[in-house]
Nanobody
Framework: VQLQASGGGLVQAGASLRLSCTAS????????VGWFRQAPGKEREWVGC??????TTDYADSVKGRFDIDNEKRSVYLHMNDLRADDTAVYYC??????????????????????WGQGTLVTVSS
């Protein structure tokens, strides 16, 4: 059972990036998948989430309108637009270990997630 986040890199402010979260050993169908980030010297914070069964998404205020989460086959994607210097962080994806069908919400709390990817670094230069 493994999650892998990928797609990070160095970009200029205003650019876009797409991060991928791919599962192996289990399916993301009917899971909650969350994206989190941790900037240097700061605590890990929730960025957004998706309930894969019905596509419900939710976003932190700091990224709302700029970031978008969707899924296709075995992966969940974080589309990041209009990137800013304060978006610089290591980005992690995570999945819970429960089956959720049509709940109409997704999970915001770090402790609600069971499986974590290794993180991918996003650096935004101003």
């Amino acid at each position: 059972v493994q999650l892998q986040a990928s797609g990070g890199g160095l970009v200029q402010a205003g650019a876009s990036l797409r991060l991928s979260c791919t599962a192996s050993g289990f399916s993301l169908n009917f899971r909650n998948v969350g994206w989190f980030r941790q900037a240097p010297g700061k605590e890990r914070e929730w960025v957004g989430c998706i309930a894969v069964s019905d596509g419900t998404t939710d976003y932190a205020d700091s990224v709302k309108g700029r970031f978008d989460i969707d899924n296709e086959k075995r992966s969940v994607y974080l589309h990041m637009n209009d990137l800013r210097a304060d978006d610089t962080a290591v980005y992690y994806c995570a999945s819970d270990n429960s089956i959720s069908i049509g709940t109409g919400y997704c999970l915001r709390g770090l402790d609600q997630y069971h499986y974590w990817g290794q993180g991918t670094l996003v650096t935004v230069s101003s």
